[in-house]
């Protein structure tokens, strides 16, 4: 069995704080993974960690069978909103998005408005990201994480802001993505979202991580 995810024995501590306490992980394509915990339990550096822009003291890490921070510096076939999306407050959504698309080359105006539309956002919206609400920051941050099609999507409270008809349009998308063969790691303290998306449960405290169901 191949797994999309590998975490094992990862330690990372700041200083004299162990943030992450000998974590084991493992992960399947096809299925959403809830992770709950309180803020400073550690479920943003495990994020990071994943990701590689955090590397363990301790441990190792596999995403689609490469290292991370060895085989490759950072995770790839991955998009993820990790704390806050970051974005150029002076740009509109189309703007933004072209220039994350740019960067790696690639730019696709069809696709960029696909994603945008995808979210329930208007790509040909003038209005600049800095006037944003906190709801359509995070639908853009969902488009950012997902318009490249990647296998693996790790996502920090993705739905913060949102209301209830957002909130429901968001849930619907992320199954249809599970559909589709995706991995989706969901950071989330709304119950709600995680019983309603979430295969498999898991609960950060202080470090540690437990399967919960």
Do not use: W
């Not at 619907?172 to 019983?195: A, P, Q, W, Y």
């Amino acid at each position: 069995m191949k797994y999309v995810v590998e975490v094992s024995n990862v330690d990372k501590s700041y200083g004299k704080t162990k943030v992450l306490n000998n974590i084991n992980l493992k992960l399947l394509s096809g299925k959403i993974y809830g992770i709950i915990g309180r803020n400073g339990s550690g479920k943003s550096v495990l994020m990071k960690c994943i990701c590689g822009f955090v590397h363990p003291d301790v441990g190792e890490i596999h995403v689609y069978g490469r290292k991370v921070g060895k085989d490759v510096e950072f995770a790839q076939d991955v998009g993820f909103i990790i704390e806050s999306p970051g974005f150029l407050p002076q740009y509109s959504a189309y703007k933004n998005l072209a220039y994350f698309y740019s960067i790696k080359n690639k730019i696709d105006k069809d696709t960029i408005e696909k994603y945008i539309r995808l979210v329930g956002l208007d790509p040909h919206d003038k209005k600049k990201v800095g006037k944003f609400s906190m709801g359509m920051k995070q639908r853009l941050g969902i488009a950012q994480a997902i318009m490249e099609s990647p296998s693996l999507i790790i996502v920090d409270e993705p739905f913060n802001g949102l209301d209830i008809s957002g909130v429901q349009e968001m849930r619907n998308l992320f199954l249809e993505m599970k559909k589709e063969g995706k991995t989706i790691i969901l950071v989330s303290h709304n119950r709600d979202d995680i019983n309603i998306l979430c295969d498999e449960v898991y609960e950060m405290d202080q470090g540690v991580l437990k399967q919960m169901y």
